[in-house]
């Protein structure tokens, strides 16, 4: 924040003091920054909205990494009995009982589908832009809401030790009538009254210790905090409060602020967003042309192998004639083996191990009009994500206008109460002088003392206003708050 205070101001002070040498949770003095920080850590709200950002990050990845083929494999263990067709010949058989495993690793990748996975990767880089921006407004509005809440502490405590400092000194006038009207020096009445004065005066000064501990309270609810008698915060010496007002207009502040104005970036993302959403949606049109592999194999228990030696037998085929006379002719033939056994595991994996490869082209023609109801909702979309950027800066220069207007009034308040305060203070000295000398009587005087009263209370409220309007401007003009 631009330093709009004197170096010894009170409220300069409380921008830039911190207590870092303890932990936050173990001090018992806490500065502004202090409260901050500990808001920024435990708010539920920018714990939630934290959350949502995981999120979208968690989106922006999947979605880079759809663009990677996918790869699955499958293993598989089957039984069966009775009619059945034997896998390791394609044969068909009655009554049979055997076991079958399957294993395949496959992966597909999409080479063209009218850009959609490119597109979605931009839709959800852009929606995550958007929600780093929502918590960032976030956390500035918890960061206002606890500087407000701080200086309502500091205006109430400054305010319970003005009302303590009025109620000792009538103490010590109701003494001094008494001693007097003890001597006979001075009327019972001038006495009784002023006594009904510091009862009145007692009775601001208890309103005023309540709204301390009420502003104490809102502020450590609002930096979720379990309230404590021993937490204090941290009190600045007061000094002559100088800020000076704001040049720039209405329409430069909003000009230079809405550039990096979150709630501003946060919807132009989201246009951006529902732009390309849309591109999606009309990518749903195109062809597709997928690419695909896979490698695979099988065993099963119907795969037999021989065990031993091969039997042969001798078969005859025909007759041949050697001069007229019939001379068989045999053959050897083998008859199988006398034991059989299951192939196996690895001879049957490595047999039947076998790849694919292919293209496949798949081109929408009617999906029940899904498609072009899509691009319809994605278009409305696009139109109403441009109203909410409209409306978002809207309410920001409506917003930056107010608070202008908020500062102005303000500083013209605070001037206004300051030479009401000085005029009111040199009132009330004179007539104190005059009523201790018995120049004044006691209705003028209390009317006197209770104006000057007011004006040091319209004082104190109009000086802390115009601290938390600087504060909010500074806050559009892009300045640290504390």
């Known amino acids: ?63 880079k990494m759809n663009l990677l083929p996918n790869l699955n494999g499958n293993v598989s263990n089957n039984w069966q009995t009775g009619f059945a067709i034997n896998p390791a010949t394609n044969l068909a058989r009655e009554g049979v009982s055997f076991r079958t495993n399957s294993f395949g690793l496959n992966s597909s990748v999409p080479l063209f589908n009218g850009f959609q996975n490119m597109n979605n990767v931009k839709v959800q880089q852009y929606r995550l832009k958007a929600s780093e921006k929502d918590l960032e407004q976030t956390k500035n509005t918890i960061i206002l809401n606890v500087c407000n ?97 704001e040049p720039l207009s209405i329409d430069a502040i909003f000009e230079e602020f809405s550039k990096n104005s979150p709630d501003v970036v946060a919807s132009e993302n989201r246009s951006k967003s529902s732009e390309l959403s849309y591109n999606v949606a009309r990518g749903a049109r195109s062809p597709r042309l997928t690419l695909s592999g896979g490698v695979n194999s099988f065993y099963t228990t119907q795969s037999q192998s021989g065990v031993g030696d091969l039997n042969y037998t001798t078969s005859l085929i025909g007759a041949g004639d050697y001069n007229g006379t019939p001379i068989p002719v045999y053959t050897t033939v083998p008859t199988g083996y006398s034991d059989y056994q299951t192939t196996p595991f690895n001879t049957q994996f490595n047999r039947n191990l076998g790849t694919n490869i292919g293209l496949n082209l798949s081109i929408p023609v009617f999906n029940g009009w899904s498609v072009n109801t899509n691009i319809q909702k994605s278009k409305i979309n ?101």
């Open 382 to 482: 696009v139109q109403s994500n441009k109203l909410n950027e409209k409306q978002t800066k809207n309410n920001l220069y409506r917003s930056i206008s107010q608070s202008y207007v908020d500062f102005k009034s303000s500083f013209k308040k605070f001037d206004a109460n300051k030479e009401n305060l000085e005029a009111n203070k040199e009132a009330f000295d004179v007539a104190e002088k005059q009523f201790d000398l018995g120049g004044m009587n006691m209705a003028d005087y209390l009317n006197t003392k209770n104006g000057y009263i007011r004006a040091e209370a319209d004082f104190t409220q109009a000086k802390y206003e115009l601290v938390f309007r600087r504060k909010v401007l500074d806050f559009y003009l892009g300045k640290p708050l504390y």
């Open 1 to 63: 924040m631009v330093q709009i205070f004197k170096k010894n101001s009170a409220i300069l002070a409380l921008c830039f003091w911190s207590m870092s040498f303890v932990n936050a949770q173990d001090q018992k003095i806490w500065s502004l920054k202090d409260c901050v920080n500990r808001a920024l850590e435990k708010n539920i709200t920018v714990q939630q909205q934290e959350l949502t950002t995981l999120a979208s990050k968690a989106d922006y990845f999947q979605s």
């Open 149 to 245: 809440a701080y200086l309502r502490v500091l205006q109430s405590i400054e305010l319970a030790n003005s009302a303590d400092a009025r109620v000792a000194s009538t103490k010590a006038q109701v003494e001094r009538q008494k001693k007097m009207y003890d001597l006979g020096s001075s009327n019972k009445s001038r006495y009784l009254q002023l006594k009904a004065q510091m009862s009145s005066e007692e009775l601001v000064a208890v309103n005023a210790q309540n709204t301390v501990m009420q502003a104490y309270l809102e502020l450590w609810l609002l930096i979720e905090l379990k309230p404590d008698g021993g937490y204090q915060v941290e009190i600045p010496p007061v000094e002559d409060l100088k800020i000076a007002d």
